[in-house]
């Protein structure tokens, strides 16, 4: 969806992903609609990221969690490394992958909270959208260059028609999303469920809730720069503002149990309960969802099914 928005808008794009999705692009174009506009468009393609090794501006990583190390070290055995990297994921750890394979002088990270579906191979939707793609260095004093980056990176994709923000620190924006996620994911991937239908179902929601409150307390322990003093504040924000536009979306953890495929949960609620075990912070919610979450990839199924 970005690399066909931002091509729509005169950027010049490579696309690297899976088979049916590149051999359709390539053959068709590649056709982006929904809530940010419609482009269709051709650009060049690729499946495999080892044998690219031109000096692109930026690598916009929006793979999975789980391979995150792969692309990392696939890059890093470029001979012109990409001038700046920038991680569009969900969960916790990936713009420190990247760091620690690329160096972090040149990574970003990135806040993505809209919602998109493959419709078809070369057809890209997006559902909804929440808030502007937040992006900026992590958790440190930006370089000028890497907040000068930052900044034409988001001029970029509002242009394209995805709105877009630099902020100082991107820490506390990707803690705000995997709070977003936390219970939102799992619940809705575990009962094949919408956002709105778990938030609407009373003990799916006080499990939501508890989620959240748990995930809050871990930040805080931290010491990340939250928005909110408390966890009810967040989660005022949360389903006042942050839920009613997204609660038709299905997660992507229930399109990856679905599909057999593995999810991110290691990198959503795996995290907290790994930082909440480094602070001395309990997080039962989180270690029963990751628990389900496991059993449910195990056992390929359909959760909706049974």
């Not at 056709?31 to 044998?51: C, I, K, M, N, Q």
């Not at 619940?187 to 939501?208: K, N």
Request: aromatic share 4%; with cysteine; glycine share 12%.
């Amino acid at each position: 969806m970005i690399g066909g928005l931002l091509a729509g808008a005169g950027s010049q794009v490579t696309l690297v992903g899976r088979e049916p999705h590149m051999s359709a692009i390539a053959r068709d174009g590649l056709e982006v609609s929904g809530v940010f506009g419609t482009v269709h468009v051709h650009v060049p393609t690729a499946t495999d990221l080892g044998l690219l090794d031109e000096p692109f501006d930026l690598a916009l990583v929006t793979v999975k969690s789980h391979a995150t190390e792969e692309v990392a070290a696939t890059l890093a055995r470029w001979r012109s490394r990409p001038r700046g990297v920038v991680s569009l994921q969900n969960g916790l750890g990936n713009v420190e992958a990247l760091g620690r394979a690329l160096g972090a002088e040149r990574v970003l990270g990135a806040r993505v909270i809209f919602g998109a579906v493959l419709a078809a191979p070369g057809r890209a939707v997006v559902t909804v959208n929440a808030q502007p793609v937040a992006i900026g260095p992590p958790g440190r004093p930006a370089s000028p260059d890497l907040a000068q980056a930052a900044e034409r990176l988001a001029a970029l994709l509002a242009g394209a028609g995805i709105p877009a923000e630099p902020v100082a620190d991107i820490e506390p924006v990707l803690w705000e999303k995997v709070l977003y996620n936390c219970g939102l994911n799992p619940l809705g991937a575990l009962h094949g469920l919408s956002y709105g239908e778990v938030a609407s179902t009373p003990g799916l929601r006080a499990e939501l809730d508890r989620a959240i409150e748990e995930g809050f307390r871990v930040a805080q322990a931290a010491g990340v720069n939250l928005s909110w003093p408390d966890a009810q504040g967040y989660l005022r924000h949360f389903h006042a503002r942050l839920l009613p536009p997204t609660a038709a979306h299905h997660s992507s953890m229930r399109q990856d149990l679905e599909a057999g495929r593995k999810t991110e949960i290691d990198a959503i609620n795996g995290a907290i309960v790994r930082a909440g075990a480094r602070l001395g912070i309990a997080t039962p919610v989180h270690a029963e969802l990751v628990r389900a979450v496991r059993a449910a990839e195990a056992r390929g199924q359909d959760p909706g099914r049974g």
